[in-house]
């Protein structure tokens, strides 16, 4: 396969390609759906294909197959030159890429349990336990949804600048959707959870998840609709990283930055209270968004992008790093071979500060605890919502009635400022974002106190 | 030969020992042109397709896919299917895979001009949505856009005589554009078009979303309190993408799930409301001589003047239902983006139409005395299916006083719930658009509650 990656390459940079890139994957996807204590659907399949990426005169091209023949492969990779050609006719401001120092490497991803040493049988016993369990809690939960799915990818990376990377990728996903009935009324949560390996199923066996999400179903049926308008919060661990991803993450993938986000210009200065620090990290192992290199080869790290209430970094790929004139950051991620790299957030989370939780509760004399999340969107003013599952009125420091059907939203740059304490457990969320493609990120930090939060 | 690989498919899993066997053969080819920060930034040719195996044995469902078209890929793959079908549990609600019915004649939905666009016009259109930006202010900037191309085709065989092929082409091309006015920075703003045929207005497109993004600049105070609310077909669609279009899924009827399961023949909406889906409507994006199952398209009624009439269905929970379906299967998407031939059917709305009525649009605003205008919504994902309860920011949005648009405002949210609020629709416009599965007028609510 190298020998024919390489001439092809060879041969694309002959025409006058500045760049070349050819992503080839061959993926071993398991999905198992159950619902209601029955198997919906076991499905195996084997997949494979190639994204190939051509910079000609400043302009991207990009091609996909899903036939990796020498004939195909060749043919993408001059499709792939024609679109960049084509695109290059009208370029105004030609792309360039940061520098980066080309890499022969083979890596993996942490795991302890490959999901594909895990029998079906197996697998399918732990996701109908989690039914089960859930039905046997109480009678008023009355649907059990469960999805898991099991990815693991081989991936090489060439590119005509010398990078041949082999990269193992591996992700175990489950997310459940559950929902109760009581005297008419009806209530759902979701949880979500992941891990690299299969060893998600020992930390997180099938009865502690059901437990949780059936809590969260039978907590509905006692709990009233909040107030609405601005109170102060406690953003538990569930949120902070929604809050983080969402608030801050967005607009500082530097693409998104660069095309008039709210923090446009803003390096430098103080956006939050000086008690926030903000970083999207590729080295935190257990993370969905732990990485060796991202799909430009880019080496992962760490990336600060609030220091002490400072903004001081973007996310970048080689396109934004050259325009910016700063060194990529390693977020340039793909969800598969039909698609090219964009900046994705990896591991973004707050940094712990020194409070237990008791004491942000402290000193509020009504406000909302707001316990866990069903999702969150932003907008590039800076303006974003998080739909909230779970949450708890706080009234003099204490946690009193649940609330349901609650939201949150305000602006980045008015609510960081708004952050007054920050707790000392950290926790760290798996989920999936969606730019167009999806992606595994994870999201966490310790519960935070904000002195105001429009709650809608 | 598409059809012949789907037929050798379905065989070679009988002979397996199958009791019932579909193959769904998808094949994508896309085209497009990408804008970023005002200009061009690339262009792109793929190609994705696959084939689908739906094995039953002995009502025990087993599915494999595979993205390599070669008979001895394809056959592997029938093997999977079989074996996960053997590994399986029974399913005692299984009935059958879809019988054979005539389908509807083409719905106007392949356009041979379209399929040979070349990469260039794509460039020349994103050009032109860009000029337009810009031409409108200069304090626009065309953020990001694309025209996208797509070329499709279906092939569907199952072992009790279905078989189907269907072709499909598609431009969709979209502007997001953001504005800034001194120390305002606008929302991003968007403007896109969808359609079968080789049918684009790059200039609406492009001047659309800058005006958006300069009007939104023009911040004025928002107050809290119940209010009529106009929806542009944009926000309506959100709010009712995860919730009402959920609701009248038949599976979620027959499990329960949906607060609809016990109220045909009830008024749910107002009774300026009459809902269709319509699967066989000429240019409609998600119109077909067939569904993901090789089940026929069909007009379904749902809401006639606010009464609920019916529910939209696939072969399997139609069978449970005793019902048949209404040609509603769909396929791929979910949590994972999955291509559609990687995923087994599930119900989604074809074109999900609302009745327009006969306010002209530009009049509604004039009805209104003090009220908001919502173009767009954030967070409406977030909203609770079973329950209906909302609460989402209203981005981009503004104030109407007097009959007119008077200013933007900022930080606005609304909540409550969309089975009551659609009962509070007092004004239904005239013109329709095109929303993903949704063809929606402007619509006004009253009664809304707007937080600040």
Request: charged share 25%; aromatic share 8%; hydrophobic share 40%.
């Amino acid at each position: 396969m190298k020998d024919l990656l390489l001439k092809i390459i060879n041969e694309i940079e002959e025409k006058g390609a500045e760049y070349v890139e050819i992503r080839v994957q061959n993926n071993n996807n398991t999905l198992i759906n159950i619902r209601d204590n029955k198997v919906e659907a076991i499905t195996a399949a084997l997949e494979r294909g190639a994204a190939i990426r051509v910079l000609v005169n400043g302009a991207w091209g990009f091609s996909t197959t899903g036939d990796l023949s020498r004939e195909s492969l060749t043919s993408a990779a001059n499709s792939a030159f024609k679109m960049a050609k084509v695109a290059s006719e009208s370029i105004k401001e030609p792309v360039k890429l940061a520098e980066i120092k080309s890499v022969e490497d083979k890596v993996s991803v942490p795991f302890k349990l490959n999901p594909k040493d895990v029998s079906i049988d197996i697998k399918v016993k732990n996701l109908l336990e989690i039914s089960k369990t859930c039905f046997s809690i109480d009678n008023r939960i009355k649907t059990v949804s469960v999805r898991y799915a099991d990815l693991v990818t081989d991936q090489v990376l060439a590119t005509n600048e010398g990078t041949y990377i082999e990269q193992l990728k591996m992700y175990v996903w489950n997310y459940c959707w559950v929902t109760g009935k009581s005297d008419g009324v009806l209530a759902s949560a979701r949880d979500e959870i992941g891990a690299h390996g299969y060893e998600l199923f020992e930390r997180d066996p099938p009865s502690k998840i059901a437990e949780r999400v059936s809590r969260k179903v039978l907590q509905q049926f006692e709990a009233k609709t909040p107030k609405r308008g601005q109170f102060p919060a406690v953003i538990g661990t569930d949120v902070v990283g929604v809050l983080a991803h969402e608030a801050l993450g967005h607009i500082c993938e530097a693409d998104l930055t660069l095309a008039g986000s709210a923090i446009l210009g803003k390096i430098g200065e103080k956006i939050a209270s000086d008690v926030v620090t903000i970083k999207d990290s590729a080295l935190i192992e257990e993370g969905f968004g732990y990485l060796t290199y991202d799909d430009e080869g880019v080496r992962g790290q760490e990336t600060t992008l609030i220091e002490n209430g400072v903004l001081v970094g973007l996310m970048h790929n080689r396109e934004t790093a050259a325009k910016m004139n700063v060194p990529p950051t390693g977020n340039a991620r793909a969800q598969d071979f039909r698609y090219p790299p964009l900046i994705r957030m990896r591991n973004t989370y707050f940094e712990v500060g020194d409070y237990t939780f008791e004491e942000l509760l402290e000193g509020i004399k009504f406000g909302y605890y707001l316990e866990s999340f069903r999702g969150g969107q932003a907008n590039l003013d800076g303006t974003f919502t998080i739909g909230i599952q779970s949450a708890f009125e706080i009234v003099n420091g204490e946690l009193g009635a649940p609330v349901r059907n609650i939201g949150i939203s305000g602006n980045t740059l008015e609510t960081l400022m708004e952050v007054d304490a920050v707790g000392k457990d950290f926790g760290l969320e798996m989920g999936r974002c969606g730019k167009g493609q999806y992606m595994f990120q994870s999201s966490g930090g310790p519960p935070i106190r904000v002195k105001r939060i429009l709650i809608g | 030969m598409y059809l012949d690989l789907c037929r050798k498919a379905v065989n070679e899993g009988l002979k397996l020992g199958a009791t019932e066997i579909e193959a769904s053969l998808l094949l994508m080819r896309n085209i497009s042109a990408e804008i970023e920060r005002g200009q061009i930034k690339g262009c792109s040719a793929t190609d994705d397709g696959g084939i689908g195996i739906r094995a039953i044995v002995n009502r025990k469902i087993g599915f494999a896919y595979t993205n390599n078209l070669t008979v001895e890929s394809v056959i592997e793959a029938v093997r999977s299917a079989v074996k996960a079908a053997r590994a399986s549990l029974e399913d005692n609600k299984w009935k059958s895979l879809p019988e054979p019915r005539p389908y509807p004649s083409p719905a106007d939905g392949y356009d041979e001009k379209l399929a040979s666009l070349p990469a260039e016009r794509a460039v020349e259109i994103c050009q032109e949505v860009i000029d337009a930006a810009v031409d409108y202010s200069k304090k626009v900037l065309p953020a990001f856009g694309e025209t996208a191309i797509s070329i499709g085709e279906v092939v569907i065989v199952n072992s009790h005589g279905v078989e189907v092929h269907d072709k499909y082409t598609r431009i969709e091309c979209y502007l997001a554009a953001m504005a800034k006015i001194g120390d305002t920075t606008s929302p991003i703003c968007h403007e896109f078009s969808q359609s079968r045929k080789y049918e684009v207005n790059p200039r609406e497109i492009g001047s659309k979303a800058a005006e958006l993004a300069v009007k939104s600049t023009k911040i004025g105070r928002a107050e809290p309190g119940k209010f009529t609310v106009i929806f542009d077909p944009i926000a309506l669609a959100s709010l009712l993408t995860f919730t009402f279009a959920e609701v009248i899924r038949g599976d979620m009827v027959i499990r329960g799930r949906s607060p609809y399961r016990d109220k045909i023949g009830e008024r749910v909406a107002s009774e300026k409301i009459s809902f269709y889906d319509d699967g066989t409507l000429p240019g409609g994006i998600y119109s077909g001589k067939c569904d993901l199952e090789g089940v026929p398209r069909q007009r379904t009624p749902i809401i006639i003047n606010g009464i609920l009439e019916g529910f939209i269905y696939d072969s399997y929970w139609a069978n449970i239902a005793e019902v048949e379906s209404t040609g509603n299967a769909w396929r791929g998407g979910g949590g994972l983006r999955l291509p559609p031939y990687a995923t087994l059917p599930f119900i989604q709305p074809s074109n999900l139409v609302l009745e327009a009525k006969d306010i002209v649009e530009s009049d509604l605003i004039k009805e209104i005395k003090n009220g908001y205008y919502v173009r767009d919504l954030q967070g409406a994902h977030q909203s609770n299916p079973e329950t209906g309860e909302f609460s989402v920011a209203a981005v981009p949005c503004w104030k109407i006083e007097n009959g007119e648009l008077k200013h933007a405002v900022r930080g606005v949210m609304l909540a409550g719930n969309v089975y009551e609020i659609i009962k509070n629709i007092t004004l239904v416009g005239d013109r329709s658009r095109q929303v993903n599965f949704f063809i929606l007028p402007q619509v006004a609510i009253e009664g809304v509650q707007v937080i600040t």
